[in-house]
């Protein structure tokens, strides 16, 4: 029921079904009452015209002409039956139609017409009763047609009501389609914004949307600019105050400059942590083999002198769904270890699922202790403060992980022993 067709489409299914039911008994309940009033004229007519047929001599004797007025009852077992009683209650008369009953059909009938008239005759007034009556078999047998026809036209009607009304809907839920469709392009990368020419209703949702797109994107550019001109101020007064205290030989002059790389070190990790873009729903995803092996590249130049020996495993059809820069921060960072621990080789995976996207970065070198992981990821955290570096990078790569909503944890390779981080985003 998450489906906006789907539930219009139930509830006007159920509106159908129950106005065609509710049409079918109301005309089915006129017909049969229609129809039950005209089998009560009919008979009453069929009395009068016995009336008018029959003979009552002196003595009381009734007479009827062989040829009955009413063919039917005439006829054996017809459904319609006539007699005619005196009035002590005795059948002077019965139709050849009655023949062969035996029961009082004529008593039993559903529908009858009967009337007592007092017959004048020479000898005096001879009182008579007569009765025309018809079972329900013939109606039975016009109600069941009837019905049959009833349900056969509304059951034809409602397939085109619904036809009808899947056509409208389809029509009428066309533009929040295009809308869907354009959010996909959006995603893909293959536009950047809802075209116009949307409905009156929905254009004020797709004008905020392509505002509130245009605001995120020129946000994100503000920010981004002003964190760049934030580090670029900062970097030369750091410069400075460093040269000078590192001139200073006295014990003061080494606490200032070993205060001075802890508030560089701050500085570069808040820096870092406030330029994660984090996951958006409408970033066109990033292909990742190519900031791979650029990546790749710029460490084998930087550590040429120990001739790393780098293997990519990422497919092209791979694709990261996020900025540029936060995808070279988690790539760089744990790209950089690997080249700065290992021996002589290291291994870059990625692969994407219905999960997400995993990227597996692992090296031939001595590998990392788990339980070391917590300071690892600490902002300023070092195993070998022999190695180059200010110990943030590792915390940099678990915010951005953690804004992404994914997972990153340490394993071993499998093929060498060595360390072998494994970052997992979701899709």
Partial sequence: MNSLTLRVGLIAALVVAVFAGLTALALERAFRDSATQAVTQRLQGQLYLLMGAVEVDAGGDVRLPERLPEARLNLPDSGLYARITGGDGEVLWRSPSSL???????????????????????????PLTFTVAEDRSALEAQLRFYRRSLWGWLAALAVLLLAAQSLALYLGLKPLRRVARELRAMERGEQSRLAGGYPL?????????????????????????????????????????RGTLGTAGDAAGRQALEQ???????????LQRAGTA?????????????????????????????GVECILEVPEAVRFRGSEGDLMELLGNLMDNAWKFCRRRVRVRAREDDGGLELRVEDDGPGIDPAQVPAILARGGRLDEGVPGQGIGMAVVSEIVQAYGGRLQLDRSPEWGGA???????G
């Avoid at 949307?209 to 030369?236: C, F, M, P």
């Fill in 201 to 241: 209703e929905l254009r004020a949702l797709t004008d905020n949307l392509n505002a509130l797109i245009h605001e995120e994107r020129a946000r994100q550019a503000r920010y981004r600019d002003g964190l760049a001109d934030l580090a670029h101020s900062l970097k030369t007064p750091l410069a400075v105050l």
């Fill in 100 to 126: 062969g009953e035996a029961a009082d059909t004529a008593g039993e009938a559903p529908f009858m017409a009967r009337m007592t008239v007092t017959w004048e005759t020479g000898e005096g007034n001879v």
């Fill in 260 to 270: 001075l790389e802890r508030m560089d070190r701050i500085i570069a990790y808040q």
């Fill in 278 to 306: 984090g996951r958006s729903p409408l970033a066109a995803p990033l292909a990742v083999a190519p900031v791979v092996r650029r990546l790749a590249d710029s460490l084998s130049k930087v550590y040429a002198g120990r």
């Fill in 420 to 426: 072998g981080w494994v970052l997992r985003l979701p």
